[in-house]
């Protein structure tokens, strides 16, 4: 979007043009901050009407704007900005995307109107609403773009608030939770290898009580909450999702694929039975959609998915790490506290993509696709391969603001293919 650029080329309008063009610059990093900055450029352009006008300011905006001679239409969207400008100034509120471009509309009909009155060449423009070419939905949850952040890497989101404009991700699917708190394993947890790395953090988390809560009224406005659960029986994968019915959550994903704990469902990821067991109990116990999460330790990944969509499931993430191992050869002790880990990263996308594109071509819900998204190249095979939407995990750690990057470079991306949405990019894998 460029609406206010045009303002460059009119000293006359130095007073407030800044302004307008930060609060556009800042719509897509945070929609709150863009609500600020429309307040902080309407007062700006209200003050400069008034010295045009000759007219004596006050400190008051409201009265400002009342006596700015504006019409009762153009002062009632005026308004607006300020009061929704106020509210994200004392953090009383979380914007959309909606309302921060309805802010940015308003103001830019004030300034055409100054224009049109002032103006020493007056040209009518029309505000150009950019379109949201990721905007999407996957089991009827409004997108603002395709991209997730993977479970586990992200903590709860909001880590990661001054790195990523937690709206405009598709969804934070949250660190894995289970119904009593977890320390997690023992001794290293983590180690580096080529193009990846091996994590047995133990599905270390506070609980389901804690999460309720305490965390999530921090968290739940700010972004798509998805919750990643697992458990070591079907009774409790259950439990828990019934607890999780809550306002505030948008999905729950069933962690059925930890390749790091003996109780952490990876025996449920494993079996076609088991898996189809834990889809309809988490199924019967919340009115949430649901999505499972699939583990690549298998030799098909396609008889758990059929089983897991018959069961009902709304969704299917995949892959979570593939198993892996690292020796100390000084020592001759395994690496990893655990002996064994799960792989991540870039080492794994290839095997990742397969499974995606075995996988997609043998149901019919939605998947989210991920394992060693470094790139927007990487996310567009993952589309091509069938992913609905993708999400992205170890990259996260090195560079926390990937999401984003791969969010503008992808929208980069489909207009230089010519298409008008993601949608369009979907399974279109030549073969
Ligand atoms: C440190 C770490 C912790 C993880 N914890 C979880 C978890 O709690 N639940 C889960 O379903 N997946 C977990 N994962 C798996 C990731 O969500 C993702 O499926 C996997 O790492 C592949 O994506 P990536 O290569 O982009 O990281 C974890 C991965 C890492 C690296």
């Known amino acids: 979007m460029n609406n206010f650029s045009f303002l ?78 106020n509210a994200a100034i004392h953090n009383e509120q979380e914007f959309s995307a909606d309302e921060a471009k309805q802010c940015l509309k308003n103001l830019f009909d004030l300034v055409q109107w100054i224009d049109a009155r002032y103006g020493k060449n007056f040209t009518p423009r029309t505000f150009k609403s950019a379109e949201n070419i990721l905007q999407t939905e996957l089991c009827g949850i409004k997108l603002n773009t395709p991209i997730f952040a993977a479970s586990g890497t992200f903590g709860f989101g909001e ?25 997690g394993n023992d001794g290293v947890r983590i180690t580096e290898t080529p193009s990846g790395m091996l994590n047995c953090i133990g599905l270390e988390n506070p609980g389901v009580e804690t999460f309720l809560t305490k965390i999530l009224p921090r968290i739940k406005n700010k972004m798509n909450i998805i919750v990643n659960v697992s458990a070591s029986s079907v009774e409790d994968y259950g439990k828990l999702t019934k607890l999780l019915d809550v306002d505030g959550i948008a999905a729950i994903e069933l962690n059925i694929s930890c390749p790091n704990v003996k109780d952490g469902g990876i025996i449920f990821g494993t079996d076609e039975r088991q898996a189809a067991k834990v889809t309809q109990a988490a199924k019967k116990s919340t009115s949430k959609p649901v999505i499972v999460k699939l583990s690549p330790n298998v030799t098909d990944i396609t008889k758990i998915a059929l089983a897991c969509e018959s069961a009902g499931a709304d969704c299917l993430s995949l892959i979570n790490t593939l198993m892996g191992m690292d020796i100390n050869i000084h020592t001759w002790r395994p690496t990893l506290g655990n002996i064994t880990g799960g792989l991540s990263g870039g080492a794994i996308k290839p095997v990742a993509l397969r499974m995606v594109w075995q996988v997609a071509n043998a149901v019919k819900v939605p998947i989210i696709g991920m394992g060693g998204i470094r790139s ?35 929208e980069k991306y489909l207009r230089s293919c010519g298409l008008k949405n993601i949608r369009e990019l979907i399974g279109k894998l030549k073969t």
């Open 376 to 410: 927007v190249n990487d996310a567009a095979e993952f589309f091509l391969a069938g992913a609905s939407a993708v999400a992205i995990g170890t990259t996260n750690f090195a560079e926390p603001s990937i999401t984003m990057q791969i969010a503008d470079d992808l």
């Open 8 to 85: 460059n080329d009119k000293p006359e309008y130095r007073s407030f043009a800044k302004d307008c063009i930060d609060a556009e610059a800042a719509f897509k990093n945070s929609y709150d901050s863009c609500v600020k900055l429309v307040r902080t450029a309407l007062d700006a352009a209200i003050k400069w009407l008034y010295a045009a006008e000759n007219k004596m300011p006050s400190d008051n905006l409201f009265d400002m704007i009342e006596n700015a001679g504006l019409d009762k239409n153009l002062a009632d969207k005026v308004h607006y900005c300020r009061k929704v400008g």
């Open 159 to 183: 880590e990661f608030e001054s790195f990523v404009n937690l709206k405009r991700l598709g969804g934070v699917m949250v660190k894995c939770i289970t119904l009593k708190p977890r320390r």
